[in-house]
């Protein structure tokens, strides 16, 4: 079956430091790939995507690179800020069994001043 | 914003009692799902529904019933309430009707606790 893996948390960063949450997937097929958002009492917002092998989803400063070679999905951003603070969720979603998200567990972000 | 609302936000119930939880979408989505979320599991899938009466089982579907009588609105009912239930349950839609249009956007949560 389909899976999702994160690299454990939680992640604490000083701010304008690199950031890196590294996610790999296993799927049958050719999935698209997601990077969610929680911010403390909120629901998911999508961060970007990728449907397609080799294409990088980007929004907000953050990127992400859909490498089906290596079954992976690795969020960065360059310079974090105290307002990333959140809790960030890889998913993988394939056209059958109606498109459902498939989650990795979550990892806590924390940046500090 | 995807237009979805959820109610009630919070709710505290006994064991046994039956709930019902309520989605709303005003943007005539086709699918809609039902996720719950637990902490070292991410988020998992409830059921879901691909159209007016139309509805299938997720990974945790056991305890959980859904219905889905018009396109804006997707109920989920837990039929007897155990303390197993205790989570935070989100909604979502899936925007888009292309082959890869596959984004799913959610609503702001149910938090419910069953004592």
């Known amino acids: 079956g389909n899976s999702v893996t994160q690299m454990e948390g939680p992640v604490t960063l000083s701010e304008e430091a690199f950031l890196t949450i590294n996610c790999t997937y296993t799927a049958t097929g050719y999935p698209s790939l997601f990077w969610y958002v929680q911010y403390p009492g909120e629901g998911l917002q999508l961060l970007l995507k990728?449907?397609?092998?080799?294409d990088k989803g980007s929004n907000k400063g953050f990127e992400a690179t859909y490498r089906k070679e290596t079954t992976s999905f690795h969020l960065e951003k360059g310079s974090v800020q105290v307002s990333d603070s959140a809790v960030y969720f890889c998913a993988l979603s394939r056209m059958a069994s109606g498109s459902r998200l498939t989650f990795g567990e979550g990892t806590q972000l924390t940046v500090n001043p | 914003d995807a237009g979805i609302t959820q109610s009630p936000r919070h709710k505290v119930t006994e064991t046994g009692t039956p709930v019902t939880l309520r989605c709303h979408q005003t943007?005539?989505?086709?699918?809609m799902y039902w996720y719950r979320q637990d902490p070292g599991h991410g988020l998992r899938l409830i059921h879901y529904?691909?159209?007016?009466?139309?509805?299938d089982k997720g990974e945790v579907s056991d305890g959980y019933s859904v219905s889905r009588s018009k396109t804006e609105d997707f109920l989920l009912t837990l039929e007897s309430a155990t303390s197993s239930q205790t989570s935070v349950y989100f909604c979502?839609?899936?925007?888009?009707?292309?082959?890869?249009?596959?984004?799913?956007?959610f609503g702001p949560g149910t938090r419910l606790t069953v004592t």
């Open positions: 979502a839609i899936r925007a888009g009707a292309g082959p890869t249009s596959y984004e799913q956007y």
């Open positions: 529904s691909y159209g007016v009466k139309d509805t």
């Open positions: 990728a449907t397609k092998a080799d």
């Open positions: 943007e005539n989505h086709r699918y």
